[in-house]
């Protein structure tokens, strides 16, 4: 009777840890998404599939490869550098997440510059 009740007990306690939270970690990793313009950023529309990134900022369009260390922290490298600063990677940390958005810090190369924004998943 005794191991019963102890069965019964750790039974619960198991059943009271369950998470109703959804994991919807990889939420930013494929879909449309928009920086708007301000804060010194242009409107860049971004489309992200796979391990590819396509940025349309203007009349520019550049594609990209992005390569997640984990759910918070990528880099992205041009395809097709143009100037000497597309050369060197850039560097982004989501800093915190909202239901469909996130604020990132995105550092470029080894460089001290940085640079703060927020992104939106439109689709």
């Known amino acids: 009777m005794k191991t019963i ?10 059943a009271a840890c369950k998470s109703d939270i959804k994991d919807n970690s990889d939420q930013f990793k494929i879909g449309v998404f928009e920086i708007p ?3 010194g950023f242009v409107k860049e529309t971004i489309i992200r599939k796979d391990s590819i990134q396509i940025s349309q900022h203007g009349t520019e ?3 990209l490869s992005i390569e997640w260390k984990n759910n918070f922290f990528y880099t992205l490298r041009y395809l097709n550098p143009k100037t000497d600063l597309q050369k060197d990677p850039m560097f ?3 800093n915190k997440i909202y239901e469909n ?3 990132f ?3 470029i190369g080894f460089s001290k510059f940085s ?3 927020t992104l939106y ?3």
């Open 115 to 117: 640079k703060k924004g």
């Open 92 to 94: 982004i940390q989501i």
């Open 121 to 123: 998943k439109i689709k």
């Open 105 to 107: 810090t995105v550092k």
């Open 61 to 63: 369009i550049d594609t």
């Open 101 to 103: 958005a996130y604020d």
């Open 37 to 39: 313009a301000g804060k």
């Open 5 to 14: 009740s102890l069965f019964l007990a750790f039974l619960t306690l198991f």
